[in-house]
């Protein structure tokens, strides 16, 4: 079982920058797979990033290529997203989740799930 606690959201301005951290318990992070999925206030869950167990590999939703990087260090059991350019339609809860399956580029089918974190992007 793997046990997810996200941290670094906030209220930032428009064009300014956030850095989420997702803690992972257990030996075995570099086993999962891992992402990143945010839901607005009465949308749908939607897909923001993904990486594959040992990083080389990553997907992004259009929405936010070229303003988010996702990135892992597998030595301290924690995945990243450096979130840059915010925008207002940015805001949300993100969501931290891993996979024990191949990499994914989808909203749902995660194993485990953090309990989110809340980004507000002001205009």
């Known amino acids: 079982q793997v046990q997810l606690v996200e941290s670094g959201g906030g209220l930032v301005q428009a064009g300014g920058s956030l850095r989420l951290s997702c803690a992972a318990s257990?030996?075995?992070?570099?086993?999962?797979?891992m992402g990143w999925v945010r839901q607005a206030p009465g949308k749908e869950r939607e897909f923001v990033a993904a990486i594959s167990r040992s990083g080389d590999t990553t997907y992004y939703a259009d929405s936010v290529k070229g303003r988010f990087t996702i990135s892992r260090d597998n030595a301290k059991n924690t995945v990243y997203l450096q979130m840059n350019s915010l925008k207002p339609e940015d805001t949300a809860v993100y969501y931290c989740?891993?996979?024990?399956?191949?990499?994914?580029?989808?909203?749902?089918?995660?194993?485990?799930w953090g309990q989110g974190t809340q980004v507000t992007v002001s205009s």
């Open positions: 257990g030996r075995t992070f570099s086993s999962y797979a």
């Open positions: 989740a891993a996979r024990a399956r191949p990499l994914y580029s989808g909203a749902y089918r995660y194993d485990y």
